[in-house]
């Protein structure tokens, strides 16, 4: 059902510094930061060759990821996103299997444009999971 892994989102504290060590230390191409109010997120975009980095910081007083660096005051992984060719289909497969979804239901506009699907980290090995139609 998943295909390609589309990218890895990790919370930062601090989306400069986060930058520096993707971009200095480990040589990777960043973007600049990006603010997405509707998603509640300022991201900075890292490409790979393989994949996508996605560093996010709290955005606005709703922001999905605040809670997160609450709890992890240093940052840390907070979903992988897979790729999927329906993501209805996908969805209805997982919930008749007893999976959770996170948000509700619907799938919807997620930050690149297209519909996404966040699925609960109790039911995938502690991992919230993106699912995103591509
Ligand atoms: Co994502």
């Known amino acids: ?74 940052g840390g992984i907070h979903h992988l996103c897979y790729e999927v060719e329906d993501i209805i289909a996908a969805r209805d497969t997982l919930v008749r299997q007893g999976a959770r979804t996170v948000g509700g239901r619907e799938p919807y506009t997620g930050a690149h444009g297209k519909p996404v699907l966040f699925l609960h980290p109790k039911d995938f090995c502690g991992t919230l999971i993106e699912l995103e139609q591509v």
């Open 1 to 74: 059902m998943i295909g390609r892994l589309n990218h890895v989102a990790i919370v930062v504290p601090d989306l400069l510094a986060a930058s520096a060590v993707y971009r200095d230390t480990l040589g990777a191409v960043v973007s600049r930061p990006e603010d997405l109010p509707e998603h509640g997120v300022t991201v900075v975009f890292i490409d790979l060759p393989n994949a996508r980095i996605e560093l996010l910081h709290p955005l606005g007083l709703n922001s999905p990821v605040a809670k997160f660096l609450a709890l992890h005051a240093s």
